[in-house]
């Protein structure tokens, strides 16, 4: 078993970070359920996210340095796909054209991805498993928002590092033969959560009201920082 | 339903190009039992094919002039993955790792993407529907040399043209839209068939006496090419 999995087991006696799987009641965790969009809305803008985080996994795929590697991230490329594909699902149950509900969010997320992309395989891999499971972990905070029975499809659907064993065995496989590479990852690590951390803003909607909102968003950034910080822990990188 | 598909309907009057999906008995058409190749050879050839497929799926998903065609197009990527994925669980399923397995076939087969790669989104699209639309065709030829169980099996998985419609209608709207890019790809879809024929033979495990070989070969190449030749008939395209 990989060691990030341990440590993922180990802190779920803090219950706001045990994995869903070990299947807390909703409503437990810090949720923003009163600042959630739309349905609509929302279902856009994660599905062109997992879109885009696919096609990033695509590029990783196209330049794996090897075939044990790129099989590998095939699996972790159709892990995503299925995310998307199930969100354009719930989209189209409400007969919404998928690429119209898609398209005022990809201008953003492009820019984000591009920023995010990296110098070489070993930053494009952590991009994606940074990006992916800070944001899969947001956009579940804002299913309580939802109508119940699509939050409760979405929230199987989007359960963060599902597909990351790969990546993270790509990863710690490439930080333990050099050492240069790890320290040059932890920068590049603690320099993608601030990035992401505006997408997930973005998605956010908020009161208008500067301080109220900050006192309801600060206890999830807090959340959705600490499990950014175990990833990186978990990859032996400083955050 | 497109034109092509109710091309394909009317065709089952000949037995040999009937879609399998109606059902007829396996042995009716002719395939290339006795010189299919030993298992693992033929999975680990199937496999980095599906996976060279997909990653044309991937750029062209990538290059997509608008998100309804990307959209799309991750539908058609998801159908090959499930290709790519179905094969490697029964390379698993023999304890042969797939990489190891698929290693061989890759330097041909990169090569032959490259060769039938295109120089724009539509000649990469006419050459992903058409190599893999031929390439799927023949590997269910071979199928009927391995251990029967798992040609159950890859017959079910390996379907030519199921995720193809998406493609096509793309290539429709091209074609009628530009009578310039119709004779460009026609001859694009001409050259290909060549290439791909070559990586076909390439697969057949022959007895090495030419004459009998070639008798043998020759009725399924001639099934197969016209195959293609709907396939291109479906488009609008000369043959």
Chains 1, 2 share one sequence.
Request: net charge negative.
């Amino acid at each position: 078993m990989f060691e990030w999995l341990k440590k993922r087991r180990a802190s779920a006696t803090v219950p706001v970070v045990r994995p869903r799987s070990e299947g807390i009641p909703r409503g437990t965790r810090v949720d923003l359920a009163d600042m959630s969009p739309d349905p609509v809305a929302y279902l856009g803008q994660v599905a062109y996210f997992e879109l885009a985080v696919f096609e990033s996994l695509t590029r990783a795929i196209n330049s794996a340095p090897d075939l044990a590697a790129k099989e590998g991230l095939t699996a972790a490329a159709g892990e995503v796909l299925a995310k998307h594909q199930g969100v354009v699902a719930e989209l189209r149950a409400l007969d919404v054209d998928p690429a119209v509900a898609m398209q005022p969010f990809a201008p953003a997320i492009d820019q984000f991805e591009k920023l995010t992309h990296g110098r070489d395989w070993y930053e494009m891999l952590l991009g994606v498993y940074l990006t992916a499971g800070f944001l899969d972990d947001f956009f579940i905070r804002l299913l309580a928002g939802l109508p119940s029975d699509m939050g409760k499809r979405l929230e199987v659907l989007l359960e963060p590092d599902r597909s990351a064993e790969v990546i993270v065995a790509e990863l710690r496989a490439g930080i333990q033969a050099d050492e240069k590479l790890s320290s040059r990852l932890a920068l590049w690590g603690r320099r993608l959560v601030g990035d992401t951390q505006l997408v997930a803003r973005s998605a956010l909607h908020v009161s208008g009201n500067r301080a109220t909102d900050e006192e309801r968003i600060e206890p999830v950034f807090t959340d959705l920082i600490a499990a950014h910080t175990r990833r990186m822990d978990g990859l032996g990188l400083t955050a």
